[in-house]
């Protein structure tokens, strides 16, 4: 099992930056892809940024050049930097583990954390 815990959500105004993070229970970057993802009430969760268990980051095209993800194997954790935040980008933020394997992938959330951009 991969317990997984983010933090850093809060109320932020349009324009300004936020840095969530994401603790994960063991040194699973090795074999786990790592995403954040987004959901608002009534629609689904959607993919924000990766990164894969080499180390290769992606982002949806709405978050390019503003958002960043990172990781610490040091200390299990990954990181999203997030600049330049828009209203329309309020949602529950969830950090996600991903291993894809032979017979059956393997995915694990963490609890979520709010992000409110409002003036």
């Known amino acids: 099992q991969v317990q997984l815990v983010e933090s850093g959500g809060g109320l932020v105004q349009p324009g300004g930056s936020l840095r969530l993070s994401c603790a994960a229970s063991?040194?699973?970057?090795?074999?786990?892809?790592m995403g954040w993802y987004r959901q608002v009430p009534g629609k689904e969760r959607d993919l924000v940024a990766a990164?894969?268990?080499?180390?290769?980051?992606n982002y949806r095209d709405s978050v390019k050049d503003r958002f960043t993800i990172s990781r610490d194997t040091a200390k299990n954790t990954v990181y999203l930097q997030m600049n330049s935040l828009k209203l329309e980008e309020t949602a529950v933020y969830y950090c996600?583990?991903?291993?894809?394997?032979?017979?059956?992938?393997?995915?694990?959330w963490g609890q979520g954390t709010q992000v409110t951009v409002s003036s």
């Open positions: 990164i894969t268990s080499g180390g290769m980051p």
């Open positions: 996600n583990a991903h291993k894809w394997g032979a017979w059956r992938n393997e995915d694990y």
């Open positions: 063991g040194n699973i970057f090795r074999i786990f892809d």
